[in-house]
């Protein structure tokens, strides 16, 4: 397999194991992916991800070898794949953070910004190198990288398809942390885990509310948040964390 999954406790760590081609992603990868984060979303005992690559990078982006073949309908079908590919990542409820070193290009890049968080070694090269290749950005590419830093800065980025440092990554805003690269994937295994004993239903519901913010109007998002708190009054977890706060002790969260 090239997409590997480690479960630990409750978190899991996946990994795009290519490193002989810096982990480009193949169009049966894709398929992998997709199918991993599937099972990892409807698995109650995974409460948050890490995302990663083998060999000291993230990921090379698509297989160049793979790019242009296949006709109309071909390519269509390609690109139907990719989509479902970084939907797994936007539409889990489950916290994943990108743990980036060396490279991170093309639609890899697109699947580090579908991720909750990134942390990133400082000499992370981050690319949108589209325009090198005469393509159009794919994987939702503008419409994450914009969130984050805004239009004029998004456009920079990928109209000179120019490397970004994750140090200027995390300056820029779109990674929360940059360091050295021996400490990367300590600090995304520390985060991880922190998420996994957290009220995940909470943390499910937060996640939604910040994706629907941007479509949402004032009074919508305080009648979905409405709606939201009472559902989440008869979680476990509330009933556990109100106690808790009472008794005086540190709360134990069972993810229900």
């Known amino acids: 397999m090239s997409i590997d999954v480690i ?6 760590i996946v990994t795009i194991n290519r490193p002989e081609r810096k982990n480009a992603i193949t169009m049966a990868m894709r398929s992998e992916f997709q199918a991993v984060f599937q099972a990892l979303q409807d698995d109650d005992d995974v409460r948050a991800i890490i995302l990663t ?4 990078d993230f ?7 793979e790019m242009g073949t296949g006709g109309v309908r071909g390519n269509v ?5 990719l989509h479902r590919m970084t939907r797994s990542v936007v ?3 489950k916290p994943v953070i990108a743990a980036v070193e060396g490279v991170c290009i093309g639609v890899a890049f697109a699947l580090a910004l579908a991720s909750d968080f990134i942390i990133c070694a400082e000499n992370a090269r981050f690319q949108f190198a589209f325009r090198h290749i005469g393509l159009a950005m794919d994987g939702g590419a503008g419409w994450l990288l914009e969130r984050h830093v805004g239009v004029m800065r998004a456009k920079e980025i990928a109209y000179s398809g120019r490397f970004v440092s994750g140090e200027e990554a995390a300056r820029l805003g779109f990674a929360l942390e940059a360091l050295p690269q021996d400490q990367v994937q300590a600090r995304a295994r520390e985060m991880a885990e922190s998420f996994a004993t957290a009220p995940t239903i909470a943390l499910a519901h937060i996640k939604r509310q910040f994706d629907s913010a941007p479509t949402q109007s004032y009074d919508e998002a305080l009648e979905y948040e409405a709606a939201v708190q009472a559902l989440m009054t008869w979680t476990e977890d509330f009933k556990e964390g109100t106690t808790a706060f009472k008794e005086k002790r540190k ?3 069972r993810g229900a």
Do not use: E, F, L, Q
Request: hydrophobic residues 30%; aromatic residues 8%.
């Open 77 to 81: 079908i390609k690109y139907r794949t």
């Open 7 to 12: 479960r630990d406790g409750g978190v899991a």
């Open 251 to 253: 709360p134990v969260y």
């Open 91 to 93: 539409h889990t409820n």
């Open 59 to 65: 990921a090379a982006g698509a297989d160049v070898g």
């Open 53 to 56: 690559g083998a060999g000291g």
